[in-house]
Each structure stands twice: as structure tokens, then as C-alpha cells.
């Protein structure tokens, strides 16, 4: 079986200030991780994805994450968060060979001015 | 820009009647999801499908869901009787399997408020 924790409901930042949400997984096999953001009355939205080589994978909108499999950790990073950057963040993984897609219950960040 | 496109965007019906929910996956892309999202249970798969055969349905209540693909362009979801506990947004997402087995990344459309009273 997989899944996903991440362990804060919400996050709250200074805009300007290093944003990380957390994320932990745990599967069976090779993982497939995956960081998704959702806007308000928008569907979710790809953010980046790592499937295999370098452990600090870089995305869309200057967020990066950072495998870690000796903690079994899938942290998102922004290092200057911005007001836009509010949202719902979901962590996922996915085994390899497999088609499910287990997601966390989600990360609400809240970037203040 | 090619995104996943649902219809309709929002639906608010009584307790018994039917509901459809219609998808266009992107084009070229051989797998289609359909997720429900609630605050309490947050994301559930619906029901998968991989060029266009459904291969998982079980997270669907099998006696008033279903779910097809009557051609490669449109993925339907139907719930016949509806209940208030039906109430929720539904999404569906499709992704291209080039073949490394579960590398790929879903793509969501914007999905379905459906109120049920």
C-alpha cells in the first residue's frame, strides 16, 4: 500500500520569506512523487514530478523539491514565496508500476504582505 | 494550451434525479481519472480508464455510479438515483502512459460543483 502525509494543515509566510511545505511517503518499491497547487474554485494544477536521477527536482513558478529516501521525505520549497502563491498544495506518490495516484489531504499556504 | 475541459461547471439537483458529468480529456492523452473532493475525505479515485477500457472502478458506489468512454474525446460520469451525499466536486484528469509505467503526470480539469438537495 502507498501513501502520503503531510503533516501541517496550514503554512503561514511573509511574503519575501522561504516557503517548504512537508511531505512523507511511504510505498513499496520505487516512488513516484508528485506536487500538485489548487486555487480556489480551480482544478488541481501540476507543479513538478520526480521519477528518477537528480534528488532536487525544479517546477513551475520557482518551486523545487527535494527527495529524500533515507527519510522518505518529498519537501516543496519556494525560496521567496509571493501573495499569489496561497493555495492548496497536495503531495502524491504513485508506485511504480502502478496507476494510483495517493494524494496527501492537502497543505493550506497563506503568503501575507 | 491544451487543458481538460468538464461540463458542467457547477449542477445543484434534487435527491433522485440523474446526473451527468462529461469530460474531454487532451487529446493523445490514453488515461482518464475521475476523482471526487470533499473536505472530509479529500481526493477519491472514481474510476480509472487506459485507452478508453475501464481497468478500476472501485471506488465507485457500483449501484447508482457509472462511468464510461463512448469515444476517445468524452468521458462521462452518471449517477442515477443522486443523494444529498453525492454533493462534492468531481474531477476528471488524463495523462499520456508512454510506457514507464506511472511516470506520468495527471492533468485536472476544472471540475463539477455538484449540489444535491
Known amino acids: 500500500a502507498q501513501s502520503v502525509a503531510q503533516p501541517e494543515d496550514q503554512v503561514n509566510v511573509a511574503e519575501g520569506n522561504p516557503l517548504t511545505v512537508k511531505c512523507t511517503y511511504s510505498?513499496?518499491?520505487?516512488?513516484?512523487l508528485f506536487w500538485y497547487v489548487q486555487y480556489p474554485n480551480r482544478g488541481l494544477q501540476f507543479l513538478l514530478k520526480y521519477i528518477t536521477g537528480d534528488n532536487l527536482v525544479k517546477g513551475s513558478y520557482g518551486f523545487e523539491a527535494e527527495f529524500n529516501k533515507s527519510q522518505t521525505s518529498f519537501h516543496l520549497k519556494k525560496p521567496s514565496a509571493l501573495v499569489s502563491d496561497s493555495a492548496l498544495y497536495f503531495c502524491?506518490?504513485?508506485?511504480?508500476?502502478?496507476?494510483?495516484?495517493?494524494f496527501g489531504a492537502g497543505t493550506t499556504v497563506t503568503v501575507r504582505a | 494550451d491544451a487543458r481538460v475541459t468538464q461540463t458542467p461547471r457547477h449542477k445543484v439537483t434534487e435527491m433522485g434525479q440523474e446526473v451527468t458529468m462529461r469530460c474531454q480529456p487532451i487529446?493523445?492523452?490514453?488515461?482518464v481519472f475521475w476523482y471526487r473532493q470533499t473536505m472530509m475525505q479529500g481526493l477519491e479515485l472514481l474510476a480509472y480508464?487506459?485507452?478508453?477500457?475501464?481497468?478500476?472502478d472501485s471506488g465507485m458506489p457500483k449501484d447508482r455510479f457509472s462511468a464510461e468512454m463512448p469515444d476517445a474525446t468524452l468521458a462521462t460520469l452518471k449517477i442515477q438515483p443522486s443523494e444529498p451525499r453525492d454533493s462534492a466536486v468531481y474531477f476528471c484528469a488524463s495523462g499520456h502512459n508512454r510506457g514507464r509505467q506511472g511516470s506520468y503526470e495527471q492533468y485536472f480539469g476544472p471540475g463539477t460543483r455538484l449540489t444535491v438537495t
Open positions: 502524491a506518490v504513485r508506485q511504480s508500476n502502478d496507476y494510483k495516484l495517493s
Open positions: 510505498v513499496s518499491g520505487n516512488p513516484y
Open positions: 480508464f487506459r485507452n478508453r477500457a475501464p481497468l478500476d
Open positions: 487529446l493523445g492523452h490514453n488515461t
